[in-house]
């Protein structure tokens, strides 16, 4: 006992600073048996209320694949019926065997689960397409996985479901069609169509079905998420919103199984880090059975917390480019970061095992007792990240976790930059006042601080990266939409999306790219507040002065990119990067209307700042596409002209998804138009 904790527990010599907090202690950790007549019977732990012990055997994962009915002294209570959109989830997973993931309870071999599985599930009709199943995976796997690590490669095997290895060679053949010619490339491209309109049919009618039982596997999410991906980026209009369909419905039947909550789904969590003590794997005591049930409790728990962190990733990139409201808050989500890139793509035990024990992350839970690897409170959720990173001092242990995870800072930066949007629209929706007259409301102060805080951070991490880039290795396409999406960040809170400020809602991605890149370029007007207010208003593109440099370093890799860069580059980042191009549009026109006012007023100067943003992005062009010439004078119109090709060129590039085919002809349209 110390005079700083002079109430201690007379049961366990528990020490508390105040008396309340041990009598607390004593309630709830050595009340009598007889105070607790409701028990567990998956874990036997006892309750003193009925209900506290329903609700936490609905939950717990003692057993798996059983009714639960917890037994009490009076009488037993039923189990109540989940949703109709939660019985189709549960009846996907009955075909996965229990205590398994993909297979993950043989030792894995990805060539062969990666193909023959794919090979049985194909519909026979396509004949020779069904024999180069293998070539559609490979693609899938080095084209898109990159981007988004959604799936663990190793785990997949010949027991995985064909509704999840069907989507990977949709996803697949979309990749395989650009490179082919001909009647080949449109059946490749039915193929990757017919496969994605069967998932969708099957998803849709197992979500009207009725079943019983609450088993959670993985595969299903994955392969809802990677359906609604296909569908809002592949397809049409009409796709789009069969993908939105299938967001919504996924999104209600998460809220209605609480996966949104990590202690919901798992109530125990990393049960594999506790079975798995320091002292078993320091002295190599631990039997290769053993080691795979842990490797297969991590796989499925992280392949869990992926899943509903790309599910709220999605939701707001599908979303946005559209003006549509995200489904889901960051208030609703708990779940803690996931771990290291290096850990989730181990293909063996004990491969994974080795890497374990030199985490930090992992050595501050094996051991909680040393005080300077105490577990970081910040790596508990995206908002308890983002809180840390606000402050001048975030920690230093949350710092090294997101370097080691770049998909981790890409999902924290989709919750950043939903929160300025969504204070941007908050803001926007009121009308102008003596105070504040401009048609343009800005963040505060503090908030505009707090944000800049945390991009600071995130870029730093970035430059600490090695200058040669082919040394991010498989993680290059995830640091490099990094650095897009925090450069896409700064300019949103200098110039709010247009398709926000001007109240306009599109029916797609491509439609609301298509009608922003007309609002940029002045063809549409749209706005909540008077028309009047917005002519006063119309300057500002001066503030691209601050962040010319990054823009600029932006524009010149978009240039530079080569067309299996462009292939590489997900669709959520090529829409991203659209928005920085877009804004360096708006300001170099602006630049060069001010330059030609300024001319005929006698006043251009060469330094000025219209004349330094112009001669900026010409430059850049110019030098890397051969288009338009640096000058020292009045812009003439080829100028202006010539960033529009380069426009041009990046969406000819990025033909793999349907937004490129989509935005072609606009460009063309524009270029033609001489505007």
Not at 67 to 84: G, L, M, N, Y
Not at 661 to 667: A, F, G, T
């Amino acid at each position: 006992m110390s005079p700083d904790r002079p109430f201690v527990c007379d049961t366990c010599a528990k020490i508390f600073t105040r008396n309340e907090n041990l009598e607390r202690h004593k309630l709830s950790k050595h009340q009598g048996e007889h105070l607790r007549p409701f028990e567990c019977p998956r874990c036997q732990t006892r309750f003193s209320r009925k209900d506290v012990c329903k609700r936490h055997a609905e939950r717990c994962r003692g057993q798996r694949g059983k009714t639960i009915r917890v037994q009490t002294p009076d009488s037993p209570f039923d189990d109540c019926a989940p949703s109709s959109i939660v019985r189709g989830l549960l009846q996907m997973t009955d075909a996965m065997p229990p205590g398994s993931i993909h297979g993950l309870n043989r030792s894995p071999s990805p060539n062969d689960a990666w193909s023959q599985s794919t090979l049985q599930a194909l519909p026979s009709a396509f004949g020779e397409l069904k024999r180069n199943a293998e070539t559609y995976i490979l693609a899938y796997r080095d084209y898109f996985h990159p981007s988004l690590p959604l799936l663990h490669q190793s785990s997949l095997s010949t027991q995985s479901p064909p509704l999840l290895l069907n989507i990977i060679v949709a996803i697949g053949c979309v990749y395989k069609a650009s490179d082919l010619t001909g009647q080949e490339a449109v059946s490749c491209v039915e193929l990757s169509r017919s496969l994605f309109d069967a998932g969708h049919d099957e998803i849709q009618s197992l979500t009207k079905s009725a079943s019983r039982g609450l088993k959670k596997r993985p595969w299903a999410m994955q392969a809802w998420l990677l359906h609604i991906i296909y569908g809002a980026y592949v397809g049409d209009t009409t796709r789009y919103q069969k993908a939105k369909q299938l967001l919504r419905t996924l999104v209600d039947c998460v809220h209605d199984l609480g996966l949104l909550k990590q202690t919901a789904t798992y109530p125990h969590p990393r049960p594999w880090l506790q079975a798995l003590t320091y002292e078993e794997a320091s002295h190599e005591s631990l039997e290769a059975t053993d080691l795979q049930s842990y490797w297969a409790m991590y796989m499925e728990e992280e392949s869990m917390k992926l899943c509903v962190h790309t599910l709220m990733f999605l939701d707001f990139h599908i979303l946005s480019p559209c003006n549509l409201r995200s489904q889901t808050s960051a208030v609703d989500f708990d779940w803690e970061l996931p771990f290291s890139s290096a850990l989730w793509d181990t293909s063996t035990p004990a491969e994974w095992l080795q890497l374990l024990l030199d985490d930090p992350r992992i050595r501050a839970h094996v051991e909680p007792d040393e005080i300077l690897c105490l577990p970081c409170p910040s790596t508990k959720s995206l908002t308890l990240a983002a809180q840390s990173l606000m402050t001048d001092t975030p920690s230093i242990h949350l710092l090294s976790a997101l370097e080691g995870s770049p998909i981790t800072i890409i999902f924290l930066l989709t919750s950043i930059d939903a929160l300025v949007r969504d204070m941007t629209r908050s803001l926007y929706q009121l009308p102008p006042t003596l105070a504040d007259p401009s048609a343009f409301h800005i963040l505060s102060q503090n908030q505009n601080r707090q944000i800049a805080a945390v991009l600071k951070h995130l870029s730093g991490l970035i430059r600490e990266q090695p200058e040669d880039t082919t040394s991010y290795g498989s993680e290059r396409p995830l640091w490099a939409a990094v650095e897009r999406m925090c450069v896409a960040i700064k300019i949103a809170l200098y110039r709010p999306d247009d398709l926000l400020i001007k109240g306009v809602v599109d029916s797609s991605v491509t439609d609301g790219l298509a009608t922003a890149t007309h609002l940029a370029l002045g063809r549409y007007t749209g706005s909540r507040r008077s028309l009047q207010s917005l002519i006063q208003h119309s300057s500002g593109d001066d503030a691209m002065l601050p962040l010319l440099e990054e823009t600029i370093t932006i524009l010149d890799s978009v240039l530079t990119n080569s067309r299996q860069d462009a292939m590489r580059e997900p669709p959520w980042i090529t829409v991203t990067s659209y928005r920085i191009l877009l804004a360096i549009w708006h300001s170099m026109r602006w630049a060069a209307a001010e330059m030609r006012r300024r001319a005929e007023l006698g006043t251009h100067a060469r330094f000025d700042t219209p004349t330094v943003i112009f001669n900026s992005v010409i430059g850049v062009v110019s030098d890397r596409t051969g288009i338009g010439a640096y000058h020292d004078g009045v812009p003439v119109p080829g100028d202006e002209t010539c960033f529009s090709q380069a426009i041009l060129r990046f969406w000819i590039d990025r033909s793999v998804w349907a937004m490129g085919s989509s935005m072609v002809p606009i460009l063309e349209e524009i270029i033609s138009a001489g505007i």
